[in-house]
C-alpha cells in the first residue's frame, strides 16, 4: 500500500462514519511497516489536535479478586482454586485514594471481581466517602455485570464512569471465551443501561484473545464506532495460568499499537489508556502505546502486599513499587516520548 492510498484511505475514516470493511482491513494485516509508521503518525496528530502532548493518570485500585464468574481467559475465574482471594477494607482504599491523590490523580478506578461482598449498599457507602473526601476527583467503577438499579444508585451517590469491556462484539467468540451462564446480550444491555443512565462509559477488548479474527475485530471497531464510548481499554490477551487458555499464546504488541491507532482515527475523542498488558509484553510498551494515539495511564494504588494476588494475567509488572516510585518512572517514560503526565480529572472532552 502506499502512502498516498494510506492517507486517502484515513482521510475518509476521519471525515465519514461509513467505513467499510475493506478500508479498515487495509490498516489492520498490510506488512508495510511505512504504512504502519504513518497510520500511528495520523493517530498521534488526531489525539494532539484534541488533548495536546497531556496523559492523563487514572489511580486503579483493585479491590477484590473473588469473582462470581468463570471468564476462561482471567486468572481470577472463579474455578482457579490457586488464586489467593483477598478483599481490601474500606479505610484502606480511602487510604489508597489519599495516596494517589497525592500523587496528582484526580481519578480513581475502583476495580473488582463480581464479589456478593461488594453489594449495593457496601458499594454506595464506599462512594459516598470517596465522593465527599474529594469533590474534585472523579470516581470510576468497574465491578461487571449488575442490575440497572445498582448502576443508578452508584451514579446518584457520586460515581461518574463505569468500565465494562465488551470483550468482544460477536456473539459466537463471546460464548467461546465465557462460560455459557454469561451471555453476551446481557453485557451489550448493560453498557446501554450505563450510558442511559449518564455515565462515562468504557468499552474495550483484549487484543489476540483466543478464537479472535479479523472478522470479529472489525465488528470490534464497528462496534466502538457506533456505540462511542468514552472510554476504550484495549490490551493485549495474556495467557494466564490454572485458566482453560493458560496455554494459548500471547496477543501482539504490534497489533495492539495498530488497533490503538485505528481506534483513535475512528472515533478521536477517545479515552484510551495505554494499558500494564501493554507494557508487561514489552519494556516499553506504554509509551509505544502514547505514540500508537493513546493518552491515558493507570497507575496501581493498590497496597504492594495485594497487587500479586490480582493475577488477571501471568507477569504482571509494577507489583512492588510504591506509589511515588510508580508515578516518578511513568513520569519518565512519559517525558522521553514527548508527553507530560498532568493533574487533570481528565474528562472526556
Ligand atoms: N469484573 C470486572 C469486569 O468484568 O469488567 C472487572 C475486572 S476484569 C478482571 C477486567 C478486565 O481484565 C477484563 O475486562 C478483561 O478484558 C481483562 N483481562 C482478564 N484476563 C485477562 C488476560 N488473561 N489477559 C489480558 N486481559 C485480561
Redesign the pocket.
Known amino acids: 500500500m502506499t502512502t498516498a492510498e494510506l492517507n486517502a484511505i484515513t482521510d475518509r475514516i476521519r471525515s465519514s462514519r461509513t467505513i467499510t470493511l475493506e478500508q479498515l482491513s487495509a490498516l489492520l494485516d498490510t506488512a508495510d511497516t511505512d504504512a504502519v509508521e504513518y497510520l500511528h503518525a495520523q493517530a498521534r496528530e488526531v489525539a494532539q489536535s484534541i488533548y495536546g502532548t497531556a496523559v492523563f493518570m487514572r489511580g486503579l485500585v483493585e479491590v477484590t479478586n473473588y ?1 462470581r ?1 468463570n ?1 476462561n ?4 475465574r472463579r474455578d482457579n482454586a490457586h488464586a489467593d482471594r483477598y478483599r481490601l477494607d474500606d479505610d484502606t482504599i480511602l487510604d489508597c485514594c489519599r495516596t494517589g491523590y497525592e500523587h496528582g490523580m484526580r481519578t480513581f478506578v475502583l ?4 464479589d456478593g461482598q461488594f453489594g449495593d449498599a457496601r458499594l454506595v457507602a464506599l462512594v459516598a466517602r470517596i465522593r465527599a473526601e474529594f469533590p474534585d476527583c472523579a470516581i470510576t467503577l ?3 455485570e449488575r442490575s440497572r438499579d445498582s448502576y443508578q444508585r452508584l451514579f446518584d451517590t457520586g460515581a461518574n464512569r463505569y ?3 465488551h ?1 468482544t462484539a460477536d456473539a459466537r467468540h463471546y460464548a467461546y471465551l465465557h462460560p455459557s451462564e454469561m451471555s453476551w446480550e446481557h453485557r451489550m444491555e448493560c453498557l446501554r443501561q450505563l450510558r442511559e443512565i449518564g455515565y462515562q462509559v468504557g468499552a ?3 487484543v489476540g484473545s483466543p478464537g479472535q479474527t479479523h472478522a470479529t475485530l472489525l465488528q470490534d471497531l464497528r462496534f466502538v464506532a457506533e456505540f462511542r464510548p468514552e472510554m476504550c481499554g484495549i ?6 495460568q490454572h485458566t482453560p487458555f493458560a496455554d494459548q499464546p500471547d496477543g501482539s504488541v504490534e497489533q495492539t499499537l495498530r488497533l490503538l491507532s485505528l481506534l483513535r482515527l475512528l472515533h478521536p475523542h477517545v479515552l484510551l489508556p495505554a494499558t500494564t ?1 501493554l507494557g508487561t509484553l514489552h519494556p516499553r510498551g506504554r509509551e509505544l502505546g502514547i505514540l500508537a494515539g493513546a493518552n491515558v495511564i493507570m497507575p496501581n494504588l493498590s497496597p504492594t502486599d495485594y497487587r500479586p494476588k490480582y493475577s ?2 501471568d507477569g504482571k509488572i509494577c507489583l512492588g513499587d510504591d506509589v511515588s516510585h510508580c508515578r516518578h518512572c511513568l513520569e519518565m517514560r512519559i517525558h522521553s516520548v514527548g508527553y507530560q503526565l498532568v493533574v487533570d480529572r481528565g474528562d472526556f472532552r
Do not use: V
Open positions: 469473582c464468574n471468564c481467559y482471567c486468572g481470577i476495580q473488582g471481581g463480581e468497574s465491578f461487571g468500565l465494562l469491556r470483550e474495550g477488548f483484549m490490551g493485549p490477551f495474556i495467557a494466564a498488558a488477571i494475567y
